[in-house]
């Protein structure tokens, strides 16, 4: 705990400088964040190229990666009239799937409902409140992409995330802070890596599809860090920046183009990026470094307070 409040101190006292006399972009993503003030690496991103290449061919797609990724895209791709059924269905096995390693303390009808939005800085919110998971319909969607969705704003996401903080809070066995969901301080790549978790922590990965898929989510992250830095950073116009994306991208179309330049232009939002680069890869090291047998506990560890990257590893079975 000491950890954690350290660093989200540091959080709470560089936005105050950010918000009264500015902040550089790099002092953002250290003070922020408390991650490496640097984009990811062109080895990084050729790496997952190199992963999504592989599994496109194994899969039967030719041609160069952005022939298979348009020719994978066409063949996932849920037909718009097609796509609330779709992820409403998906939500209601996540959930299933969920009970069966994490139990959710409430009834199946508490959950959420999918409503479509267009125009919106993000591919997707979980709106708790309102128990509404907001779906951007401008982008392609596909089937394993809307699994992706399912699990991160849902099951076992962030529905299950402000679920289990709600009710340990109700309950006394949590501290009040575990009610805030504040962008841009120490807890948000845990926050988000916990979400990008959930295929793994419900044994979910069916086939090729979802690991080209999970592969898709962390290149898009990886080269949504660069969008951003060259944004931010480098002082490189919109424009460039907007055409680097489109040429990057792979797939969801212009929709998706849109949504992440409304994401990273936006200053409050700007960092916020590096959560999902830095957070799913974090998580998922530290459960699996816990013995199989200890992971129910983790569990309670890991979604009973809020944590930074380092206190993800501090749990004492």
Known sequence: RRRYYDQLCESTLAFMQ??????PFADQLGRFLHVPAAPASEAELDALRQELRTLLNALGYTGD???QAA?????????PDEIADTLATLCDEAWD???QVLHIPAPKSDGMQVTGVSGVA????CNYLERKVELNIDPVLTRPGLKHLAVHECYPGHYVQFKLREVLYAEGKAPADNLLSVVNTASSSPFEGIADHGLFLLDWIDGDDDRVQHALTRYRSGIGTVAAWK???????DSAVRDWLRANALVGGEGWVDNRIRFIAAPARAVLIWSYWWGQGAVTSAYNAVPPEHRPKYLQYLYGRMHSLQTLTLFEA
């Not at 020719?71 to 037909?79: L, S, Y």
């Not at 993000?122 to 919110?125: E, K, L, V, Y």
Request: aromatic share 10%; glycine share 10%; hydrophobic share 45%.
């Open 97 to 99: 799937r969920t009970e």
């Open 122 to 125: 993000f591919n997707a919110r």
């Open 231 to 237: 944004l931010h950073a480098l002082g490189e116009p």
């Open 65 to 67: 990666l952005e022939a």
């Open 71 to 79: 020719g994978w895209q066409a063949r996932n791709r849920v037909a």
């Open 18 to 23: 950010w918000r009264s006399a500015g902040l």
